[in-house]
């Protein structure tokens, strides 16, 4: 089992999933309530790590927010980066070399991302 395989698996019994994988095109996605979801793919040379969340593209607020918690922010070890898709969706994700993947650094990183994702929908 590649090391990418075991720090997928831990990552799941972190968030009480047994025997977390990807499919056969290296894709897992999974929903954590209602309208967040968790993706992981594992790429030939990464492995992309993102959370989305659907939001209302026209709240400037929200907006800002997001653009402003990852503009030249370094997450630790990891890069971060903000994007909304066409379907409304507000995605935080990094990309972690895949020769760098373990649980630790997945925990890390999903963590760092769920945050800047409620900072940035948070209202003051």
């Given amino acids: 089992m590649s090391w990418v395989k075991e720090a997928l698996q831990a990552l799941g019994r ?6 977390l994988r990807t499919d056969e095109k290296g894709l897992c996605l999974l929903q ?32 800002e927010k997001a653009l ?8 630790g070890s990891n890069e971060a980066g903000v994007c909304l898709t066409r379907d409304s969706r507000l995605t935080f994700f990094s990309h972690i070399p895949r020769s760098s993947v373990t649980f630790p650094r997945l925990s890390e990183t999903l963590g760092l991302l769920r945050k800047l994702l409620l900072t940035s929908i948070e209202r003051r």
């Fill in 68 to 75: 402003q918690s990852t503009f030249y922010r370094s997450l």
């Fill in 32 to 63: 954590e309530g209602s309208d967040t979801f968790i993706g992981i793919e594992d790429r030939e040379d990464t492995v992309l790590l993102y959370i989305s969340r659907e939001t209302n593209f026209l709240d400037k607020e929200v907006m």
């Fill in 14 to 19: 972190q968030l009480g999933i047994e025997n």
